[in-house]
């Protein structure tokens, strides 16, 4: 399974981190992502890691912003977020790849997410 945390109430301009425990497979063989939820929207990607951490792209509407980073030894997966806005509030859900690498939503398993609302 996958367990994110990390989520909570933030200011507008303020920072959160979001982590995810995996257990069940071999975490370093997977590429790793982020997906979000705004309330009455559709699923937005946000960021995906290769399986080795060594490769990242963000989604455009994050870039530069958002840091996503991963702890193999630890099976943790990790979300920075900075400079936060209001349209970020979302269920933000940490999701495995079935590849190594792939900028595709080729995935098979999702956590049951977490809140993260940017408010004043």
């Known amino acids: 399974p996958l367990v994110e945390s990390g989520g909570g109430l933030v200011q507008p301009g303020g920072s959160l981190r979001l982590s995810c425990a995996a257990s069940?497979?071999?975490?370093?063989?997977?590429?790793m992502n982020w997906v979000r939820q705004a309330p009455g929207k559709g699923l937005e990607w946000v960021s995906v890691?290769?399986?080795?951490?060594?490769?990242?792209s963000h989604a455009d509407s994050v870039k530069g912003r958002f840091t996503i980073s991963r702890d193999n030894a630890k099976n943790t997966l990790y979300l920075q977020m900075s400079s936060l806005k209001p349209e970020d509030t979302a269920v933000y859900y940490c999701?495995?790849?079935?590849?190594?690498?792939?900028?595709?939503?080729?995935?098979?398993?999702w956590g049951q997410g977490t809140q993260v609302t940017v408010s004043s």
């Open positions: 069940g497979f071999t975490f370093s063989s997977y590429a």
């Open positions: 999701v495995k790849s079935t590849v190594i690498w792939s900028l595709g939503p080729l995935y098979d398993y």
């Open positions: 890691i290769s399986s080795g951490g060594g490769t990242t």
